[in-house]
């Protein structure tokens, strides 16, 4: 007998888990907000918490969105420009040095005075960018594109290029910094980057955008500083490794690029999701439950929870809980013999206004899991639960087993 | 002070863990059924949930015995061939390449038409491996033995084997296969697997047996085919690893053959512990408990669990449980101040008919162990106690210390 093979969603609610807040009597957001959805789903399935990269490590965004889709970060993760360029659908390959980079200010001196170039954003990035992308220097391909306000990404492709490079980038005003080579080996890569920084100044100076910014009194876009050099990692794709085809759902550049990069199929969402705090959770878990018909798994990221937990707002987090509790209701509706998880990818406590390492609650419904008696969804309500304490790697092959996906290992 | 050693019983109730079953409203067998011997070594000892060879991962019984005996699976285990071999008592030695077989039947155009030769057995098979055991093809010894019905394994030992071949049986009727070396340093063995099948057909082919079975009507086993190659794996003495003496209590060939490869003694069972459903569990016990007495641990498997998963009954799968558990009752009886576990080494649901990666419970009982607050022996019952969830792995390391065999790692 063969098992009927079952549809996997994730709902990935970006940095929910929070500690306790002075604000909310020292209960955290999850705490101090009924959820009676999220909890039927506790009370019903198996809960426990998660460490999504490693006990007490803080994941960014990005670790944590690979650990979730079954990859081991510290096996995969190459640096934050591969990740940042696939978030912008800059998607490079095997043997690729990708940067992330900023659109600068400099002056006569060639000086910098302003690293984000007053802000400024697309359309005119995506005017200077053309100035600059497929230029070859040494051998070496260039490709750049923009990102959000004055973000951009830089891929170097050709043979001989090492990561092993510091940043362009001096991270402060003053002297534009030189690139150099770690070892012997990434010399050549240095070179590159510094010739490349020299010719985006020589080749944006006198553009029209910036004669035009230079009139209104705007500073001007300049220059391009690269740095977080990573080499383009080779990541086995989702569909090979798990032998399922998978999708995700996801409004924020960075999770799409992430899930791009592991092979998944990057959905569209309807322009109502706007990865912020005014986003439809409801449409995006429509669109997820529309990609289930064809995938045989989602992930989907509501990215409004993170946001709060950043500005310290408690409150507010408060009022995303009750939302995101509502989805979930609109979500048991629509479900049938799914395993379906609700997690969130790092805790982004309203204390703290950044990524933490405690563990996030992580419930898992499946029809016919050996139900715990666990119910209710939080931090601690899902604490000592049938799935106790598990790495974020380990989610995707314990969710394959419920579904009946996982292949026997020995006889 | 030293403390006293203590010895350690491993009850290993295979296929024991389960998911809801619609038959049980929702329950598994072990949540449906009373087991209040069981719940006894719950409430007095610890109890948690264990991933016997990886989260999420279906462990087949040699690679989840492995783990029970304190191996890392994916270190040693090198393929089904030599677990096999070593079920059926066909031990080898470090680079030896094992191959488990079909007792086949080909046609006078040397084509498969019985991939089990009518499921011929013994005494017929033992006599036919006679013909083959100990030739010797290109420098290379065979040594064959019968198994269980119409299957036999091969162990070819000689210098430059390889065990990267493809398998000589096609897995269907039709032409003989050819095996292949994936390697060029495999084809050598490849040839000798080839000339192995040949012979086969040309020692067996005018056999008494199947003079016999050809008058009677019977599909003749007029060749062997081999599959599954793999090196025999050079693993540590169990009794060298753990610095303590061990032995297995065990009614399956294969179980027998991973205690054998580990270097536990087997011990023999009375004929009533059938490693079936109408097993003497009782008589299985006491014949651990008899062993306990030489040995400083011992490793007993009831099967029984495991035939009802695999046949999808719910209600019988509860009948074994009810009797596991008087098994359990009478051991209560019987030991005095050892480390006893009771678990099991898969989780085969009714609902699935196979193995799953979804973790089994684990009870711990030790007279001074630190108890926990967990009174019931069920997959939910267990989670979120003392134990936590480990690996299958850390399980003898765990009942080492509290056994006082473990050292000191430092100082």
Not at 126 to 144: C, E, F, P, S, Y
Not at 153 to 180: E, W, Y
């Amino acid at each position: 007998m063969t098992a009927q093979k079952k549809k996997i969603l994730f709902v990935v609610m970006d940095g929910l888990g929070d500690r306790g807040c002075r604000e909310l009597d020292g209960l955290t957001p999850l705490q101090a907000t009924p959820t009676p959805n999220l909890d039927w789903f506790v009370a019903n399935g198996i809960s426990g918490i998660m460490d999504v990269v490693a006990p007490g490590v803080g994941p960014g965004s990005d670790t944590a969105h690979l650990s979730l889709l079954g990859y081991d970060p510290y096996e995969v993760y190459t640096g934050r420009g591969p990740f940042e360029a696939a978030g912008i659908g800059l998607i490079g390959k095997k043997g690729d040095v990708a940067f992330r980079c900023n659109f600068s200010t400099v002056n006569e001196k060639y000086e910098i005075t302003d690293r984000r170039a007053g802000r400024i954003k697309a359309p005119e990035t995506t005017a200077l960018v053309k100035q600059l992308n497929g230029i070859v220097i040494d051998g070496i391909t260039i490709l750049v594109k923009e990102g959000t306000e004055h973000r951009a990404a830089l891929l170097l492709r050709g043979s001989g290029l090492d990561p092993n490079v510091t940043d362009a980038d001096p991270h402060d005003v003053g002297p534009v910094g030189i690139s150099k080579g770690r070892t012997k080996k990434a010399e050549f890569t240095a070179s590159v980057v510094n010739k490349f920084v020299r010719m985006s100044y020589e080749l944006m100076k006198e553009h029209p955008v910036n004669v035009k910014r230079r009139a209104e009194g705007l500073p001007e876009a300049n220059i391009l500083l690269p740095r977080g050099a990573g080499s383009f990692p080779d990541i086995m794709k989702f569909s090979e490794k798990n032998n399922m085809t998978g999708a995700c759902v996801a409004g924020v550049g960075m999770i799409k690029g992430i899930c791009g990069i592991c092979g998944l199929d990057v959905i569209d969402v309807p322009k109502e999701c706007t990865g912020g705090l005014d986003t439809d959770m409801i449409k995006k878990a429509d669109t997820a439950m529309n990609a289930l018909k064809k995938y045989d798994f989602v992930l989907m990221n509501v990215k409004a929870p993170d946001v709060c937990g950043h500005d310290s707002r408690a409150k507010d987090k408060c009022s995303v809980v009750a939302r995101l509790d509502e989805m979930a209701g609109h979500l048991r509706k629509k479900i049938d013999d799914i395993v379906i998880v609700f997690t969130a990818d790092h805790c982004t406590p309203v204390e703290t206004g950044d990524h933490t390492g405690d563990p996030v609650p992580v419930a898992i419904y499946s029809a016919t899991a050996a139900k715990d008696e666990r119910t209710k969804f939080s931090e601690s309500g899902c604490a000592g639960g049938a799935v106790g304490r598990i790495r974020g790697k380990d989610l995707l092959p314990i969710c394959m087993s419920l579904a009946n996906r996982s292949e026997k290992f020995g006889a």
